[in-house]
């Protein structure tokens, strides 16, 4: 059997898990566990999550179950996927990312909610405060919105002679307007030029590469967003194809062989949401429970790509990266 048959095997069968636990122990706490992206994709994160249950005391399968929800990247599907985890009540839901959480936070008033999204939960409101959330909701954020200005400018000091770069975003993302606002103010302050990119299939993937090559833009920023982490394989693939240097957010893309990635690591951040997850099952509220803000930032370079490119690296870019992968 493919390892990629394994794992959705896998998947699917894990969501089955909390109906049999429940059927044995009809008073074991359930835990909704929903999710923007694919079981696959996403299967180290669940376990990231898992790790962090256990550290407060839970284990799936002895004393907790796990109600997964997988919305395959398709957006609109979460506000009836989350419909599903309220009836029947679980305990509590865990949200991944921003879609996931609005949709939790639609479905139910009433049922706790820890999140996991990379925006400003107060100005999503999801929240009343960081310290005092003062509802149902608490969480982790990363803001990882808001770090594209960093991304831009660490490309602006990889390739200082490029003036005419892109953004590549998912319209179907609730973050899209933040972070297109957030990283065309970031241009300005650097006197570039930034054209924003829109893909939310694969064909508009392809697409969107045409018209860099089109336009010779001289670098490209991918968005963060759940449909491009799953789709990596043909972002990195396609930079490499027409000589694009790109910055992801995450790790896994440069692992992959895309140019370098920066932001928070969203497996602790998983982490840190599976120990919240656990407090509140052990009755704690999450009014009381402030926000958490991950604050774990990495820079990751792919030197056997940058290479390829023909890529001269600053002394002071090398300095600041945390990780080299050759």
């Not at 790109?246 to 949401?273: F, K």
């Not at 023909?310 to 990266?321: A, D, K, Q």
Request: charged fraction near 15%; charge should be neutral; aromatic fraction near 6%.
């Amino acid at each position: 059997m493919r390892r990629r048959e394994f794992i959705t095997l896998l998947g699917s069968a894990a969501a089955a898990w909390p109906l049999t636990v429940r059927a044995q122990n009809p008073t074991l706490p359930v835990i909704g566990f929903l999710n923007q992206g694919s079981a696959e994709a996403s299967a180290h994160l669940a376990a990231a999550f898992r790790k962090g249950l256990s550290e407060v005391g839970y284990v799936e399968g002895q004393n907790a179950a796990i109600d997964y929800r997988w919305a395959d990247n398709q957006y609109n599907r979460l506000p009836h996927l989350a419909a599903d985890l309220v009836s029947p009540k679980v305990t509590v839901i865990a949200a991944a990312f921003l879609p996931a959480a609005l949709a939790a936070k639609t479905a139910t008033s009433t049922i706790p909610i820890c999140f996991i999204i990379g925006s400003d939960p107060v100005k999503q409101g999801l929240v009343v405060s960081l310290n005092r959330p003062g509802g149902n909701a608490t969480g982790v954020a990363f803001f990882s919105a808001l770090v594209g200005a960093k991304r831009l400018g660490l490309l602006r000091e990889l390739l200082p002679a490029a003036s005419n770069l892109a953004l590549l975003v998912n319209p179907t993302n609730p973050n899209v307007a933040i972070v297109s606002n957030d990283l065309q103010t970031a241009a300005r302050t650097l006197d570039l030029q930034l054209r924003v990119l829109h893909a939310s299939t694969e064909r508009e993937i392809d697409g969107a590469f045409a018209a860099l090559v089109q336009q010779r833009v001289g670098a490209l920023v991918v968005g963060p967003d759940a449909f491009f982490d799953n789709q990596r394989d043909q972002i990195v693939a396609l930079a490499a194809h027409h000589a694009i240097p790109a910055i992801y957010e995450r790790r896994d893309a440069v692992v992959d062989g895309g140019l370098m990635s920066y932001g928070t690591s969203i497996p602790d951040a998983y982490h840190q949401a599976g120990i919240y997850t656990g407090r509140i099952l052990k009755g704690e509220k999450p009014t009381d429970l402030p926000v958490v803000q991950s604050v774990k930032f990495e820079l990751v370079l792919n030197l056997k790509t940058a290479k390829a490119l023909g890529l001269t690296l600053p002394s002071g870019l090398l300095s600041i990266v945390d990780e080299v992968i050759e």
